[in-house]
């Protein structure tokens, strides 16, 4: 595998996504790395999160698309929406 040619550049929070993973919502566990984007399958759904703040949040419903979003937890208790994507 040759090596990346953007392996020198700095990581921003503008800059396009490392790393992707399903996430399994749960109101004990953070997720397995934090994250700062998600996207969601299902129309209509709300994500009750943890921020990097430790403020826990919550989003009204969404349509089905990707939303810039730095979170540490994705809760379950009162997220609704499924099919989700964290992205780092």
Known sequence: M?????G???LTLDGPAVGAFLIAP?????LPNDIRAIT???AGGVIV????????Y????LPVGTYPLLARRVRNT??????LTGWM
Do not use: E, H, Q, Y
């Open 8 to 10: 020198n550049l700095p």
């Open 2 to 6: 040759a090596a990346s040619p953007f």
């Open 78 to 83: 009162g997220t609704t929406a499924t099919g």
């Open 49 to 56: 999160f943890d921020g990097w703040d430790a403020v826990t």
């Open 26 to 30: 749960s109101d004990a566990a953070n």
């Open 40 to 42: 969601i399958g299902t």
């Open 58 to 61: 919550t989003t009204g419903p």
